[in-house]
């Protein structure tokens, strides 16, 4: 069953530090998306991509947050510098364009930030 | 505005019990509805949806949800609870972008 790949899995940077993650979408879903989770809170929509195209970044804090998907494919979500309120888990979604279907998540990147 | 409420923290139910676990909707339009199941650290987990059709959803690992218009709920059910089943529950409505607009979250504690 094809899956949404994220790496790395776990992240510890210092603050001020720059930490990058990475995702790899199912096989041929065109929409992309990037949430922040607090624990034991709901997702928090950052970016959301057609193909190469950012759809919504109304939300994603951009003095120090930028996200890219430069082939339309794996996409990359970057914070610099970090600040310790950035601790969270960091989840990629992705499904099929073209009505109301469902999003499929990796597993996430659980940052840290000391 | 579109909102899902679910207003429960935390739901408590014996092995061998039926769990329901509560959610409502605000939607202008016709709603798309979601279940999302999420283990620790681990992402989220399509459990279920309604699009359209009939109001009894049948979903993954023996989960269904019925949709009532008239009280704007989407509770999600299952007839027998495993310890398994423990986790956190999400609520989430499709928006006209395909954007979900997420419930809190219910913690559901399946008591041996």
């Known amino acids: 069953e094809a899956e949404v790949a994220q790496s790395p899995r776990y992240k510890i940077t210092e603050k001020s530090q720059a930490v990058a993650f990475w995702c790899d979408p199912i096989?041929?879903?065109?929409?992309l998306y990037w949430y922040r989770q607090i624990l034991g809170q709901g997702p928090e929509l950052l970016v959301q991509?057609?193909?190469?195209?950012?759809?919504?970044d109304s939300q994603l804090p951009k003095d120090r947050f930028s996200a890219e998907r430069l082939k339309g494919v794996d996409s990359t979500l970057k914070i610099q510098p970090a600040e310790l309120g950035d601790s969270a888990m960091y989840l990629c979604?992705?499904?099929?364009?073209?009505?109301?279907?469902?999003?499929?998540f990796g597993p996430g990147t659980r940052l840290t930030v000391t | 505005a579109q909102s899902v409420a679910q207003p429960e923290d935390q739901v408590n139910v014996a092995e061998g019990n039926p769990l329901t676990v509560k959610c409502t909707y605000s939607?202008?339009?016709?709603?798309?509805l979601f279940w999302y199941v999420q283990y620790p650290n681990r992402g989220l987990q399509f459990l279920l949806k309604?699009?359209?059709?009939d109001n009894l959803v049948k979903g993954s690992y023996g989960f269904e949800a019925e949709f009532n218009k008239s009280q704007t709920s989407f509770h999600l059910k299952k007839p027998s609870a495993l310890v398994s089943d423990s986790a956190l529950y999400f609520c989430?409505?499709?928006?006209?972008?395909?954007?979900?607009?997420w419930g809190a979250g219910t913690k559901l504690i399946i008591k041996p």
């Open positions: 989430a409505v499709g928006d006209s972008n395909y954007q979900l607009i």
């Open positions: 096989s041929g879903h065109a929409t």
């Open positions: 309604y699009i359209t059709g």
């Open positions: 979604a992705s499904r099929i364009t073209g009505g109301p279907g469902e999003q499929y």
């Open positions: 991509f057609q193909d190469e195209s950012v759809v919504d």
């Open positions: 939607v202008s339009g016709n709603p798309y």
